[in-house]
């Protein structure tokens, strides 16, 4: 059973579902250290070295030589920095992954990653996880792609979000659904930038200039919500939910001053 377990911890693909993260390119802001770079030693070097190692190991604890371990398995990782984008300190760093299948990250040597990384405050060593949009970089990728603009666009941010409406099930359980063809307008006093939630109630502004916005919402030509007043600070990414009551606003609430 944990090796089953640990086939399943060292296979990005079968992680666990993370908690929904946003766009990858949030992960710039969330993140302390960003950077493109190359894995040239890995310890294990990949995941058929980890599982190996670990079946060496168990099966030496399992003949009484020591107690076993159920800790979870460690790689660490030395990259040769391509580029820096935001903390990444010389030409080579040194990330540690916990390879448990709910929260790590496995790296195989000599390939090239997008890394998005965080200081740990007890230790200063670089940490991610498989729920920071860390991945391999193969041919043309719009994630770094994206990252290399925002880094060449200092003056811009993003800004995202998501339509529901609140529906009460059977036995009264609520619920959201995704609210599509909601109206979503962005304005300041230089520009308007609007958008159409898709059907899955998703809309996103990318690489708006940074300033203050006026957010208003409609759907079907009626105001959902009274205007809101937001800040894009450069090189942000912002999450702003947007709730669809069953009734539209009245005409004649007054707007927020």
């Not at 405050?121 to 290399?148: F, K, M, S, Y």
Request: proline share 9%.
């Amino acid at each position: 059973m944990r090796l089953a377990s640990l086939a399943l911890a060292l296979a990005p693909g079968l992680l666990a579902k993370c908690f929904p993260p946003g766009p990858s390119i949030c992960q710039v802001a969330r993140s302390e250290v960003v950077f493109l770079g190359r894995a040239v030693k890995a310890s294990p070097r990949s995941e058929k070295h980890a599982i190996e190692i670990w079946r060496r190991e168990s099966a030496r604890k399992n003949r009484g030589t020591s107690q076993p371990d159920d800790s979870a398995p460690m790689q660490t990782t030395k990259f040769e920095v391509l580029e820096a984008y935001r903390g990444a300190r010389g030409r080579h760093v040194t990330l540690r992954t916990e390879m448990e299948f709910h929260v790590g990250y496995s790296f195989t040597q000599g390939a090239t990653y997008l890394i998005f990384a965080d200081r740990d405050e007890a230790t200063g060593a670089l940490t991610t996880t498989g729920c920071r949009h860390t991945q391999p970089i193969t041919g043309d990728n719009p994630d770094l792609a994206t990252v290399r603009q925002l880094f060449a666009e200092t003056k811009r941010g993003r800004l995202y979000g998501y339509a529901t409406t609140d529906r009460t099930q059977f036995l009264f359980e609520r619920t959201n659904q995704p609210a599509p063809n909601v109206t979503v307008t962005l304005t300041s006093p230089a520009l308007t930038l609007q958008r159409t939630t898709a059907p899955d109630g998703t809309y996103d502004f990318s690489f708006i200039p940074a300033g203050s916005y006026t957010l208003t919402t409609h759907l079907k030509g009626q105001a959902i919500s009274l205007p809101r007043q937001l800040t894009i600070e450069p090189q942000s990414c912002s999450l702003v939910p947007i709730p669809v009551p069953p009734h539209p606003i009245p005409r004649h609430l007054p707007s927020p001053q």
